[in-house]
């Protein structure tokens, strides 16, 4: 017989705090913005929400790097603020050294995800959802390979942990002074966003 499972009853929604610095925006929607004010400037139809975001993701993809340089820097200036105000929010001022906790088999499997997923013009939150789908219709024999990745990344989190403490907050060394290779990690802008992701896409 089996488990029941964690969606059986109600989710309970997390209360947001008013008072919580806003996430920084990605490059990708300070784009989506400038598209929208062009149609608006221009007068021409949005159409349906979805298919607008469709056509910009379409554009997006087809810029060169250069072309998305100023996007790019302006996701950057706001990133920053957002660390200032949550070290202002929280009290706690970030130790960047300090190793990032390592990716569950669930966030390793999603970093493979988003490589086959890209240049498809699924915009951010339907690839979660897809991701969150195909990850339930794994089989433990499929979900072995990314339970073993996350072990790996996590015995490279507890080396890089226990070279942080050893200097007493200095950047991981590995042998000769060699950097360890950082776990995989999910971007700081889209981390706090796929932690409830990962609660639901994921089964213990």
Request: hydrophobic share 35%; charged share 35%.
């Given at each position: 017989m089996g488990r029941s499972r964690k969606d059986s009853s109600p989710q309970k929604r997390k209360i947001k705090d008013a008072n919580r610095p806003k996430r920084s925006t990605s490059a990708y929607f300070y784009f989506l913005h400038d598209c929208r004010e062009k149609a608006k400037e221009t007068g021409a139809p949005t159409a349906k929400i979805g298919d607008f975001t469709k056509e910009c993701s379409v554009k997006w993809?087809?810029?060169?790097?250069?072309?998305?340089?100023?996007?790019?820097?302006r996701a950057q200036t706001d990133k920053e603020r957002y660390q200032k105000e949550m070290e202002a929010y929280t009290g706690?001022?970030?130790?960047?050294?300090?190793?990032?906790?390592?990716?569950?088999?669930?966030?390793?499997?999603?970093?493979?995800?988003?490589?086959?997923?890209?240049?498809?013009?699924?915009?951010h939150k339907q690839m979660l959802s897809l991701a969150g789908e195909k990850w339930r219709g794994l089989n433990d024999g499929d979900k072995q390979k990314y339970i073993e990745l996350a072990a790996i990344e996590h015995k490279?989190?507890?080396?890089?942990?226990?070279?942080?403490?050893?200097?007493?907050?200095?950047?991981?060394?590995?042998?000769?002074?060699?950097?360890?290779a950082p776990p995989v990690v999910v971007d700081e802008e889209e981390e706090d966003e796929e932690e409830d992701d990962e609660e639901e896409g994921e089964e213990d």
């Open positions: 993809n087809a810029l060169t790097e250069v072309d998305k340089k100023p996007f790019l820097a706690k001022i970030k130790d960047v050294n300090k190793p990032k906790k390592p990716a569950s088999s669930y966030f390793c499997f999603l970093a493979e995800f988003r490589i086959d997923m890209k240049g498809k013009n699924v915009d490279k989190y507890e080396i890089a942990m226990e070279e942080y403490r050893r200097t007493g907050g200095k950047m991981a060394k590995g042998v000769n002074g060699v950097a360890i």
